[in-house]
Structure formats: structure tokens, C-alpha cells
């Protein structure tokens, strides 16, 4: 297979609804679509095709193990390829580099509050989940949001790119780890020169970036980033524990001063055999602030679990409403709830 017939057939699994190619030497391509891997018919790639991609990607085969690269097709779209080796074979996961960014009111989240929250001019706003959960795409169209609305410098993070953001109102400097930069925390220690309005990191993974993104959003940059988690307090709770134990008191301090607020986010297979989101979030005020300061993760789990408002949800509310319309299925919703036993007394209008 040449590299333009591989291209071919890339460019028509990603138009059938591909997020992700998975191509292994003498194995048949699989794609990931609505969330599951499937086998692909009468595919099958060869040493040499996949060494073909590799040296596309200027990655030498015979030297390299593992590595991240970017790569640009002939009809222009970008691609990464994450390129790897499994049992001595050559294997890639692609993903498509989007140009299309969905726009916010679309996806399924509190958009009112999400515009609140990107529309202050400091403060940290954490947007949280699992891997796969479409944190990228929430973080890409709340920037295309800042970008239609305000002239800002945008400075993103990343790693690697997954959106391209073409310069609208605002100014973007799109910086991907390893081929723009060594880390993230050497990178935002640098931008803070560079005069940004905002900041994107893609992710908050250590103490060092985990500081430097606070103390950002204390001397006047919004910083927008994500973290690993299954839930709000768990987002909040996890990012106090990044820091050492004799910092702890200060960095929770400062976290609860700068935290603007946290969304954590889910993609549940739905009914009609698409994706559906679901979400709890938690606006930083009033008595959040001192329960963050004092460590006291209990008192927010309490205050999730109230009545609801606009600026407060637990998953468990958005999971039960989501199954009252009939868009997921009650195996799914149960499946996903945080306690299964708490969404079969909700279904059953036992509070």
C-alpha cells in the first residue's frame, strides 16, 4: 500500500465518524467510532505500509521505540500519530488534528455558566474526567468562544494539538510539547513573558505546573486546564495533594482564592447509538472557598449533593435527568452513576 493510499483510506474512516485509527503490522485496522473499537473489513497493513507512515512522520523505524508525531496529509488536514512498537511490531494510533470546533451551546454543558466563567479576566478554571471524555473538545470550544468575542492573546500548551485555531479576535500561539517545548512547566514559567490574557494547559500533572498555573491566575492571566478525575471534589481535592505537605496550607490558601470554578465531564454511549455528555460542576463561592482553604472535601461532597442550581450539579442529577429523556439507556445510566444504589432510589423518586 503507497502512503497516498494509506491517506486515502484514513481520510474515508475518519468522514465515516472515526475519532481514532489503530493500524498494527499483520493486524487489521481497527477504528474507534461512538466509542468502540471496531475491526475494519478488508484491511490489514504490512511492515512496509507502516514504515512508510513512520518515515512520513520523519521518524527512523530501526531507532526509534515510541514517539509523538504530527503530520500533515495532501489534501492539508493534519494528523497526530502516536507511533509505537507492541511485541517488536510497528503500530500507530491516529487522531485527526480538527479545524472544525463545535461551538460551545452544542455540547451538551452549562453553557451560561461556562461563558461566565471564560469571560473573567483572572482565575483558574479546571475542566476534569476520565480519558476520552471530551475534555479537549470542551477546552477548544470555550477558546473559539473567547476568540469570537474578545482580542486577547491566547497562549495553548498542549500534547499534543488536537484543534487548530485560525486567528479571529483573538491571537493564538499554539505550543506542542517536544516539538515547541521540553515541558509544560518550562513553557508556562515562559509564557508568562510572552503577555497572554489567557493560558491553556493541557493538562495540570505536577507540583511545578501546578504552582505556576496558580500563581498565573494570581497576577492577572485566566488559566484553563485539565486533570485526570473521576469528579469534582476529587479534581479539587487531587490538586491540593500535588503539593507537599508543608506547603499544604498555602497552596490551598491561594487554590481556593484563585479556583474559579470545576466541571467534570462524561461521554455515555446514547439510545440513538451516538454520544451523550454529562456533567457535574461546582462555581468557587461563598462557603466553597473556606472548605477548599481548610481542606474540608467532606463539606463540598455534602453541598453537591442539595438541591441544585445554576451554578451547582452532581453527576448523579445530570445522569438521572439524561434517562428520564430516554437518551441513555437505565444498564448505561446505573453503569455510569457514581453509587448504582443512589440512581435506582432516584429513579424510584426516593430522595
Not at 146 to 174: A, C, G, M, V, W
Amino acid at each position: 500500500m503507497t502512503l497516498d493510499v494509506l491517506e486515502t483510506a484514513i481520510n474515508e474512516w475518519l468522514s465515516q465518524g472515526a475519532t481514532d485509527i489503530f493500524l498494527s503490522e499483520d493486524q487489521r485496522t481497527r477504528v474507534r467510532i461512538n466509542g468502540e473499537v471496531v475491526p475494519v473489513a478488508d484491511s490489514t497493513m504490512s511492515r512496509q505500509d507502516l514504515s512508510h507512515l513512520w518515515q512520513a512522520c520523519k521518524i527512523d523505524p530501526a531507532s526509534t521505540n515510541e514517539i509523538d508525531s504530527r503530520y500533515q496529509m495532501k489534501n492539508g488536514g493534519y494528523i497526530r500519530a502516536n507511533l509505537y512498537r507492541a511485541m517488536g511490531n510497528l503500530c500507530a494510533a491516529i487522531r485527526p488534528i480538527k479545524a472544525i470546533i463545535p461551538p460551545l451551546d452544542s455540547l451538551g454543558l452549562p453553557t451560561d455558566l461556562i461563558r461566565h466563567w471564560i469571560h473573567r479576566r483572572s482565575g483558574l478554571i479546571l475542566v476534569t474526567g476520565t480519558t476520552g471524555s471530551g475534555k479537549s473538545t470542551t477546552l477548544a470550544s470555550a477558546l473559539e468562544e473567547l476568540n469570537e468575542s474578545r482580542q486577547n492573546h491566547i497562549i495553548t500548551l498542549e500534547d499534543p494539538i488536537e484543534y487548530l485555531f485560525q486567528n479571529k479576535k483573538s491571537f493564538f500561539s499554539q505550543r506542542e510539547l517536544n516539538s515547541d517545548t521540553a515541558k509544560f512547566s518550562t513553557a508556562l514559567r515562559a509564557s508568562l513573558r510572552q503577555n497572554p490574557d489567557v493560558i491553556m494547559i493541557g493538562e495540570i500533572r505536577d507540583e511545578e505546573t501546578a504552582q505556576l498555573a496558580l500563581r498565573a491566575s494570581e497576577t492577572g492571566h485566566l488559566v484553563i486546564s485539565t486533570l485526570h478525575s473521576s469528579g469534582v471534589v476529587e479534581s479539587i481535592e487531587r490538586l491540593g495533594n500535588l503539593f507537599p505537605e508543608n506547603h499544604g496550607a498555602t497552596s490551598r490558601m491561594l487554590l481556593s482564592r484563585q479556583l474559579v470554578g470545576v466541571i467534570n465531564q462524561n461521554l455515555l454511549p446514547g439510545t440513538d447509538g451516538s454520544l451523550k455528555l454529562v456533567s457535574e460542576y461546582l462555581q468557587n463561592e461563598g462557603a466553597v472557598r473556606g472548605w477548599i482553604r481548610e481542606g474540608r472535601y467532606h463539606d463540598i461532597i455534602d453541598h453537591l449533593q442539595r438541591p441544585q442550581d445554576a451554578q451547582t450539579r452532581n453527576m448523579l442529577t445530570s445522569i438521572v435527568e439524561m434517562y428520564h429523556q430516554n437518551l441513555i439507556s437505565e444498564d448505561i445510566a446505573r453503569d455510569a452513576a457514581p453509587n448504582p444504589g443512589d440512581f435506582d432510589r432516584q429513579i424510584r423518586g426516593i430522595s
